[in-house]
């Protein structure tokens, strides 16, 4: 592919999705949203993204009641398609799924412990931290958890690290409930990560979308494939809506990270380039290319 402007490709690709609070025997959603529908939706709009993710991070709240069947309908879903574009999946525990079924329906694992897991993408490492707290909805990281995090980021990872976590440690002014279940402590995570080689935290949580900074590391919150909160509600504390719903596409290049976000729905289209052009342009020199692009005065402004 022909680069067109001063960046060269990304080093990494990464799909970031969240909240598909997956629910057992079909059934819907506060009685109206079809959960499963809407992951599929997601993942056949990630098919058109291009390049192709080489990871698919998950994010949390993959079952909505911890649920067997959920974890066993979600595997069934992801794992086919990210075998067939070739990406690796990093699932990420959240406050509704339970550590036990979690463990068994997507690890194959009888361990009911603590979820860290870690990945390695092409040089890329992507850590899986469980902020999940049994039987509750807020956020932690154990004394142990910080250490095995710690322990794990004295080696770098050749291309840096992402932590995928499910609460997201950063303000939260657009959604004040969810500071009543934000993640404790955060101190001490930044005191742990301050210094290392990670570049870049990755949350889900919210159920919509936010960015921040924290410990100097960027923060990414992406939105829910289930509903959506609604940041803007009228005489409403909190307000979940089934609309928005979004994923995030994280590209990598060697110096920074860059996020866009995919919304699930494709909206009405009112103007369009072909892909043919885009097909055209490898065979166009470049400056050609630029001036039909910027001319207002061009066929391609016209």
Known sequence: MKQLGQYAAPRHVVAHLSDPHLIGGGRLHYGVIDNVDHLRRTLDRLAAVQPVPQALVFTGDLADRGEPEAYATLRGIVEPFAAEIGAVVVWTMGNHDE?????????????A??????????????VALDTSVPGHHHGELAPEQLGWLSEVL????EHGTLLAMHHPPLPLPMLRAAELIELHEQQALADVITGTDVRGILAG????????????????????????????????????????????????YDDRLVHTLVPLERGVEV?????????????????QARELASSKTSEFNS
Not at 117 to 124: S, Y
Not at 271 to 287: C, M, N, Q, W
């Open 271 to 287: 103007s369009h380039i072909g892909s043919d052009v885009a097909e055209a342009l490898e065979t166009v020199p470049l400056e």
């Open 205 to 252: 949580h919210l159920h919509l979308t936010t960015w921040s900074t924290f410990a100097g590391v960027p923060v990414s919150v992406t939105s829910a494939s289930c509903y959506t909160s609604d940041p803007a509600p009228v005489d409403r504390f909190v307000s979940g809506v089934d609309a928005n719903q979004a994923f995030t596409m994280v590209h990598a």
């Open 154 to 157: 004295t080696t770098p990872a």
């Open 99 to 111: 550590r036990a079924p979690y463990a068994r329906g997507l690890f194959d694992s009888d361990d």
């Open 113 to 126: 412990g603590p979820q860290d897991r870690v990945h390695e993408v092409d040089g890329l490492r992507i």
